[in-house]
């Protein structure tokens, strides 16, 4: 009566919908699948998830399971595990926002048995929360206000595992597709990752101790590491809960601990993100609002290939870019500061910046990714007007006045300029003079032209 479950980008015990319900129908075989094709487009994502998985054999081990680690396409792996174990059914999370379902209920049934597909432990359910017409919110401020007031379910415990008469075949913990992906980078993304459910709960409960009330101000400084609770990525790979994470914080603010508010309300975009691309799963591809696919975005051009690569001549936009690349992070400001600089200052089609943004991030979230572009390009459904044009010299004095973020990318000899150096490719030469940058305030002025020919 055996049963898999697929830990499909959930790479955790505790609140684990699919994991629970598993564990209620028999013995069960724990399943990761390391897609090759996912490797290609998200390397550093790829790379995030595999480092996780040493922690979670660990865990599963001292309950007396394991992991099993399949490589191949989802679809066909599934049915092939399947037939190895004569399992009667196969548990695991919707793919959106980071892949589709399409296909594995008939490749799953095909091998003879069922496939369950559970909401992610995300606050709300999809669709839950709603304006009082009955119809999904467009804008993020009254989606906060109505989540506020919601009921956020409890998180679920580790369920008890029970182990199968015979353990299937295992591929080993390694992804070696991600580290070809990932080339020179993987060695030092990985002196900055934190992997494992077990340190995403350490991480958490540190800093709900430090987090106080100036917590919205210092989120916004770059050089302040201790600022904000560097969960992005164990929430994108599933080692915590949002559920988790929110009622931590409820009992942290309970207690008297400032600043849990504004974090409360961080957390609402990432389901604010998944509602919009719940309504319009085609939301990284196509502009939210339609005519603004009619606009005139630049292509990729050797500017954007700068930008990429973090010689654009902008010191605060480099840094980002380098900071990126190096450690697959980037600080929030910097990013909507970057993103901002590709899509004004060199009129470039913000699928390009997506599209590099899914390749680097170690935090990448499909709905959160093309939300905050879209968001950036004033295409999306609450996105900053067109008009909006962040000046990142102005930025720089307001959240890096002393340097120190800049400094530590940009002048050589530096921490970050040295990982920097030691990830990107050779071909790059990163001691190359940067692109002459773009007239700041030309730039500016070509983008709010072209705007207004635009709404004409």
Not at 313 to 326: L, T
Request: hydrophobic share 45%.
């Amino acid at each position: 009566m055996t049963v898999i479950c697929w830990f499909r980008r959930v790479l955790r015990l505790d609140d684990h919908p699919a994991l629970v319900a598993a564990a209620q129908e028999g013995p069960v075989i724990p399943l990761v699948i390391l897609d090759p094709l996912e490797a290609r487009a998200n390397p550093a994502s790829a790379q995030r998830q595999a480092m996780a998985l040493p922690d979670l054999d660990a865990s599963l081990r001292r309950l007396g399971s394991r992991l099993i680690v399949r490589r191949g396409d989802p679809g066909a792996v599934l049915a092939q595990v399947v037939r190895d174990t004569g399992a009667r059914a196969v548990h695991t999370t919707q793919g959106m926002p980071f892949a589709s379902d399409d296909g594995l209920d008939r490749a799953v049934e095909q091998a003879g048995t069922r496939l369950h597909l559970h909401p992610p432990a995300d606050l709300v359910p999809r669709g839950s929360v709603l304006t009082g017409s009955g119809t999904r919110f467009k804008v993020f401020t009254p989606f906060w206000r109505a989540l506020r007031k919601s009921h956020i379910a409890d998180p679920l415990p580790v369920p008890r595992l029970s182990a199968p008469d015979a353990w299937p075949n295992s591929d080993g913990l390694d992804w070696p597709e991600a580290r070809a992906a990932m080339n020179r980078g993987w060695d030092v993304m990985a002196r900055h990752v934190r992997a494992g459910e077990s340190a995403a709960h350490d991480r958490l409960d540190a800093f709900l101790e430090r987090v106080d009330a100036r917590y919205a101000e210092r989120r916004d400084i770059p050089a302040d590491g201790d600022a904000t609770s560097g969960l992005s990525d164990a929430l994108a790979v599933g080692e915590i809960s949002a559920r988790r994470l929110w009622h931590k914080a409820m009992n942290a603010q309970h207690h008297g601990r400032g600043g849990v508010e504004d974090l409360l309300r961080e957390l609402a975009w990432r389901d604010f993100a998944r509602e919009l691309f719940d309504a319009m799963p085609d939301m990284d591809r196509t502009c939210w609002r339609p005519e603004w696919n009619d606009f005139s975005w630049r292509g990729d051009s050797d500017e954007a290939q700068a930008w990429r690569q973090g010689r654009t001549g902008v010191a605060m936009v480099d840094a980002g870019m380098r900071e990126m690349f190096a450690i697959g992070r980037m600080h929030n400001r910097l990013r909507m500061i970057a993103a901002s600089y590709l899509v004004k200052h060199l009129m470039t089609d913000w699928r390009i910046g997506l599209d590099w943004f899914a390749c680097c991030l170690t935090d990448w979230d499909a709905a959160s990714n093309a939300m905050n572009w879209q968001w950036v390009a004033g295409c999306g459904p609450d996105a900053s007007p067109f008009f909006r044009v962040f000046n990142p010299d102005t930025q720089a004095a307001k959240f890096d006045g002393a340097r120190r973020y800049r400094d530590t990318w940009l002048v050589a000899g530096g921490a970050g300029a040295r990982d920097f150096a030691a990830a990107a490719p050779l071909s790059w030469g990163v001691d190359a003079r940067p692109v002459p940058p773009a007239d700041l305030d030309r730039g500016r002025q070509r983008a709010l032209d072209a705007y207004a020919a635009f709404r004409r």
